[in-house]
């Protein structure tokens, strides 16, 4: 027999922590760190929660804005990777030094 208290996480908890970074991208722009100490979460949490945002927003009309990660040595955009994940190093340079990408919501027209 199923048990469905065994959920690691409850819905609501994840309705909350989304509205909390729905917030904090209003207030925006974020990166995935500042996400994660604003609302509370580990990072890598965060990415997983911004697809989902991203699609709720799509279906609202409005916009995540995604700035992509770029390479604080030789200024490569990592434009083509999954978005919402932070790149390890350049693949060009192989530095480690990344701007991580920031996120915001664009406004309402
Ligand atoms: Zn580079």
Same mark, same amino acid.
Do not use: D
């Given at each position: 027999?199923?048990?469905?208290?065994?959920? %690691?996480?409850? +819905?609501?908890? +994840? &309705?909350?922590?989304?509205?909390?970074?729905?917030?904090?991208?209003?207030? @925006?722009?974020?990166?995935?760190?500042?996400?994660? @100490?604003?609302? @509370?979460?580990? &990072?890598?949490?965060?990415?997983? $929660?911004?697809? $989902?945002?991203?699609?709720?927003? $799509?279906?609202?009309?409005?916009?995540?804005?995604?700035? %992509?990660? &770029?390479?604080?040595?030789?200024?490569?955009?990592?434009?083509?990777?999954?978005?919402?994940?932070? %790149? @390890?190093?350049? %693949?060009?340079?192989?530095? &480690?030094?990344? $701007?991580?990408?920031?996120?915001?919501?664009?406004?309402?027209?």
């Amino acid at each position: 027999m199923k048990n469905k208290n065994i959920e %690691p996480v409850p +819905q609501e908890a +994840q &309705e909350t922590v989304r509205s909390s970074i729905l917030s904090a991208l209003a207030s @925006g722009p974020v990166s995935a760190k500042e996400i994660s @100490g604003l609302v @509370g979460i580990p &990072e890598k949490e965060v990415a997983a $929660h911004l697809e $989902h945002i991203h699609l709720s927003l $799509h279906r609202a009309g409005k916009r995540l804005i995604v700035q %992509p990660a &770029e390479c604080v040595k030789c200024g490569f955009l990592f434009e083509k990777r999954e978005r919402f994940s932070k %790149p @390890g190093k350049c %693949p060009v340079c192989k530095s &480690e030094s990344i $701007h991580a990408a920031l996120f915001s919501v664009e406004a309402p027209a």
